[in-house]
């Protein structure tokens, strides 16, 4: 059963911290978790989980329309929106490779900034089922 309070959650170096609004109190707690999978079993009586990370990844190093929409409605802070890797680039621990490889596939490289993200993707990526998708959602702060 749902308590009807929402959860925004953001990685950070301890984990993931997550920030729980009670709708009923109007009161928020903040919490950090060492692991996703950890944060969704807390969490489980929530309604919504929003998480600023992509969700739902390609397997053919094809754009999501998601991002380029997103991008648009950003106007000058297009840039804040970076494209979300393939799923096949979170297994790469070296920056070197999985640059390369992205540049064999699309045409361009990535930025160190969304490959130190990769971890934390490949963290939600491997926690997300149809059932998850009704109350875990991909938001931009």
């Given at each position: 059963?749902?308590?009807?309070?929402?959860?925004?959650?953001?990685?950070?170096r301890?984990?993931?911290?997550?920030?729980r609004?009670?709708?009923?109190?109007?009161?928020f707690?903040?919490?950090?978790?060492?692991?996703?999978?950890?944060?969704?079993?807390?969490?489980?009586?929530?309604?919504?989980?929003?998480?600023?990370?992509p969700?739902g990844?390609?397997?053919?190093?094809?754009?999501?329309?998601?991002?380029?929409?997103?991008?648009?409605?950003?106007?000058?802070?297009?840039?804040?929106v970076?494209?979300?890797?393939?799923?096949?680039?979170?297994?790469?621990?070296?920056?070197?490779?999985?640059?390369?490889?992205?540049?064999?596939?699309?045409?361009?490289?990535?930025?160190?900034?969304?490959?130190?993200?990769?971890?934390?993707?490949?963290?939600?990526?491997?926690?997300?089922?149809?059932?998850?998708?009704?109350?875990?959602?991909?938001?931009h702060?």
């Open positions: 059963m749902s308590s009807g309070d929402v959860v925004g959650v953001d990685g950070c301890g984990g993931w911290v997550a920030a609004l009670s709708l009923k109190a109007m009161r707690t903040l919490r950090v978790h060492k692991g996703f999978a950890a944060l969704l079993d807390e969490n489980a009586d929530v309604s919504r989980i929003a998480v600023d990370i969700i990844l390609s397997e053919c190093f094809a754009a999501r329309q998601c991002d380029g929409e997103a991008r648009r409605l950003l106007g000058e802070r297009r840039s804040s970076f494209p979300a890797p393939d799923r096949h680039m979170l297994n790469f621990d070296k920056y070197s490779a999985a640059n390369a490889l992205s540049k064999e596939r699309c045409g361009k490289g990535i930025s160190q900034q969304s490959f130190h993200l990769f971890a934390k993707i490949a963290e939600v990526d491997a926690c997300m089922s149809v059932q998850l998708q009704q109350r875990v959602f991909e938001v702060p």
